[in-house]
Nanobody
Framework: QVQLVESGGGLVQPGGSLRLSCAAS????????IHWFRQAPGKEREGVLC???????NYADSVKGRFTISRDNAKNTVYLQMNSLKPEDTAVYYC??????????????WGQGTQVTVSS
């Protein structure tokens, strides 16, 4: 059974950092891309970053230089390191499994999301 479980969200002050985790089970990371998305209240879902066995793809210009994506195959977990956080980064963050190893081929399974709130 495919499952994705996000964790690591919380309340952080502007300029702070958080590391989100996406723990995968029921499949092996090597064969699939993993995407991070976010959705702020009243806004459309936004792609943030994607990682696969080749490298990573950045979807959102707003996070370039601040967010990085990585993975630990031994733990079957993907991480989203978020630095220099801004209030506009406040959103529910979701990870999703790609349909294939490519970052351009859509997604099929989603986690439940983790809330990130950036506020003083």
């Amino acid at each position: 059974q495919v499952q994705l479980v996000e964790s690591g969200g919380g309340l952080v002050q502007p300029g702070g950092s958080l590391r989100l985790s996406c723990a995968a089970s029921g499949f092996t990371l090597d064969y699939y891309a993993i995407h991070w998305f976010r959705q702020a209240p009243g806004k459309e879902r936004e792609g943030v970053l994607c990682i696969n066995s080749i490298g990573s793809t950045n979807y959102a210009d707003s996070v370039k230089g601040r967010f990085t994506i990585s993975r630990d195959n031994a733990k079957n977990t993907v991480y989203l390191q978020m630095n220099s956080l801004k209030p506009e980064d406040t959103a529910v963050y979701y990870c999703a499994r790609g349909v294939t190893v490519g970052c351009d081929d859509g997604y099929d399974y989603w986690g439940q999301g983790t809330q990130v709130t950036v506020s003083s």
